[in-house]
């Protein structure tokens, strides 16, 4: 175990909001259950992974204003939006509608790259030839420069409304929303554009794999690439994801189905996949002594300082709360966690 103590200054918890394709109510209200208890529990933060033509969260902000209205000092957030799906305008009118509603508790995760599903969606979605589209992170920078509160046009701009006459600007305004934006990460190209476009930076347990096999070396490098190349004004933050689940307050039943999960995802882990390489961090599945080894050894949590525990697809929603109840009670306390009230685990009892 290594000898200098781990400290992680802020922890999160990322849910994918699945839910019955016949009972969408149900998982979606388990969802929010799942922010207040969170919440209640004391984590930093709650995020909501948005999805398309699936049973989960189609659309994160209309989410996210449901929980903000059910939860008052939790940060919630997107993890992450695909921008390739959305207008920058009016995602940035929705946003910021979400941010003020939420009191300034918002994090917004984006992603660059055209919608995965264009070909199916053809004219459900697209106007014209698909190919004309930039998707690129310049669209993501489009949003950002939307949520930047300048006004349009020049000084002598106005328009004339029903609310009178009026400078236009993206309304309502969200002061500080634009510094809370971040990007889903994973290759240097990635991490480099974040850095200097003054967003902060997602990582999770996928890489492309880029001059090395070593998955925790590839994401090590991508960190360093970043912080070199942040140019905003205000600090830079990581958040680091692991998919993490404890045993200790689950049945055998249910531990059962969670090593059988563990185990279907295994062999992706053993070398990069496919032509773009891509690397998979192994899950941490075991009792919390396990875990805690586990993430003391892992040398990228060292260079952050939030943690987000990444929620497995497909549980049930009393699943969700044994992890999260599990994790803060009996993993936070030992990580340098300033909210940790729980009885801390003996250490010195931990296997070598």
């Given at each position: ?116 599903h264009a070909e199916l ?165 075991g009792t919390s002594e ?34 999260i109840d599990d994790f ?25």
């Amino acid at each position: 175990m290594p000898a200098t103590p781990l400290t992680i200054s802020r922890i999160g918890f990322l849910t994918p909001g699945n839910y019955r394709d016949d009972a969408p109510l149900v998982g979606l209200e388990d969802t929010l259950q799942l922010f207040e208890f969170g919440e209640r529990l004391g984590f930093d933060s709650a995020w909501v992974r948005q999805r398309h033509l699936e049973p989960g969260v189609s659309s994160a902000s209309v989410f996210l204003a449901a929980a903000s209205q059910r939860t008052r000092r939790i940060e919630i957030g997107s993890a992450v939006i695909q921008i390739g799906y959305e207008n920058p305008f009016r995602l940035a009118e929705d946003l910021s509608l979400v941010d003020v509603l939420s009191r300034g508790r918002l994090n917004v995760g984006l992603s660059a790259g055209p919608p995965s599903h264009a070909e199916l969606l053809g004219q459900r979605f697209l106007d014209g030839d698909r190919t004309d589209s930039d998707y690129s992170h310049q669209r993501v920078a489009r949003l950002a420069a939307n949520l930047d509160g300048g006004y349009l046009g020049d000084d002598e701009t106005f328009i004339t409304s029903a609310a009178g006459r009026l400078r236009p600007r993206i309304q309502p305004h969200a002061p500080g929303l634009r510094e809370r934006l971040w990007y889903g990460g994973g290759s240097l190209r990635s991490a480099r554009w974040a850095g200097e476009n003054g967003f902060h930076l997602l990582v999770g347990n996928i890489n492309i794999g880029e001059e090395t096999d070593n998955f925790f070396e590839a994401q090590l490098r991508q960190l360093a690439l970043y912080r070199s190349s942040w140019q905003a004004r205000h600090q830079p933050r990581i958040a680091v994801g692991r998919v993490i689940v404890p045993l200790d307050g689950a049945d055998a039943k249910t531990r059962s189905r969670y090593h059988g999960y563990a185990a279907s995802r295994h062999e992706r882990t053993l070398k990069p996949q496919g032509e773009r390489r891509t690397q998979f961090a192994p899950d941490l599945i075991g009792t919390s002594e396990e875990i805690l080894i586990a993430l003391l050894q892992d040398p990228v949590l060292r260079e952050v300082d939030e943690l987000r525990l990444e929620l497995p697809y497909n549980f049930e929603a009393e699943d969700y709360e044994q992890i999260i109840d599990d994790f803060i009670h009996l993993i936070a306390p030992n990580l340098g966690w300033p909210g940790a009230r729980a009885n801390k685990p003996d250490l010195a009892r931990l296997p070598a």
